[in-house]
């Protein structure tokens, strides 16, 4: 059975810091890409940052320079690292996997609230 389970979201001023963290099981991690989605009510879900099953990363233009998405295999996680966080930045991030073999095999985590706010 897949799980992504996200944790880390929470309540922070502008200006703060968080550091969310999806962990993965039931999937051979090393072969999936990894992504943060952001959504809030009434609009799409959108992507926020983005890392290959090789390392390669690539963020909305909106929080380059202040998140920071990395990986570690080992522990089967992938992290976003959120700096100088903005209200704009508030909604619900979601930890997405997809397949580097095959397209259908794309899972979603449960989300988590992040809310930035004074």
């Known amino acids: 059975q897949v799980q992504l389970v996200e944790s880390g979201g929470g309540l922070v001023q502008p200006g703060g810091s968080l550091r969310l963290s999806c962990a993965a099981s039931?999937?051979?991690?090393?072969?999936?890409?990894m992504g943060w989605y952001r959504q809030v009510p009434g609009k799409e879900r959108e992507l926020v940052a983005h890392i290959t099953s090789g390392g390669i990363t690539v963020y909305a233009d909106s929080v380059k320079g202040r998140f920071t998405i990395s990986r570690d295999n080992a522990e089967s996680t992938v992290y976003l690292q959120m700096n100088r966080l903005k209200p704009e930045d508030t909604g619900v991030y979601y930890c997405?996997?997809?397949?580097?073999?095959?397209?259908?095999?794309?899972?979603w985590g449960q989300g988590t609230q992040v809310t930035v706010s004074s």
């Open positions: 039931g999937i051979g991690f090393r072969i999936y890409h």
């Open positions: 997405n996997a997809q397949s580097l073999s095959s397209r259908t095999a794309n899972f």
